[in-house]
């Protein structure tokens, strides 16, 4: 193997933001000082209110994977991407917290999109806010 040889792939990067409430959330911070990180977010003249509330955190592991997948079929099925692409979905607003039942979920099912579709991409990668971890997997 020749490790002097560069290998060159473009990567499409897609988030799993929600505008406009992710939008309307960093607003709040940034006016604030504090926001919360669930509930619903409310524009109210040049004011922002938000409802805190609890959430169940299977339910939003749930949430999270399947908006993920949901960014990675996007991608995958406008077919503008071959075999020189990787396609990188960055989760946003993921803030589960332990990430490990969220991480083996996602590649899980991306694996089961992938290995069914069979799309011509190079591969695809999960990146997430809380700690900038990197999941990846060849599509080919």
Same mark, same amino acid.
């Given at each position: 193997m020749d490790h002097g040889k560069q290998r060159r792939f473009r990567v499409e990067v897609t988030?799993?933001?929600?505008?406009? !409430?992710?939008t309307i959330?960093?607003? !709040? #911070?940034?006016?604030n000082g504090i926001v919360s990180l669930t509930g619903t977010m409310r524009r109210?003249?040049?004011s922002v209110s938000h409802e805190p509330r609890m959430i169940d955190v299977a339910e939003e592991t749930e949430r999270q994977v399947?908006? &993920? #997948?949901? =960014?990675l079929k996007r991608k995958v099925e406008s077919g503008r991407y071959d075999s020189s692409t990787a396609i990188l979905v960055y989760l946003t607003d993921c803030w589960v917290?332990? #990430?490990h039942d969220l991480r083996a979920t996602l590649m899980r099912q991306a694996d089961q999109y992938l290995t069914t579709a069979e799309p011509d991409i =190079? &591969?695809?990668y999960f990146c997430y806010m809380?700690?900038?971890c990197v999941d990846g997997m060849s599509a080919q």
């Open positions: 988030t799993t933001d929600e505008p406009p !409430a992710s959330r960093r607003q !709040a #911070l940034s006016r109210e003249g040049r399947q908006l &993920a #997948l949901s =960014r917290w332990p #990430l =190079r &591969a695809v809380q700690n900038y």
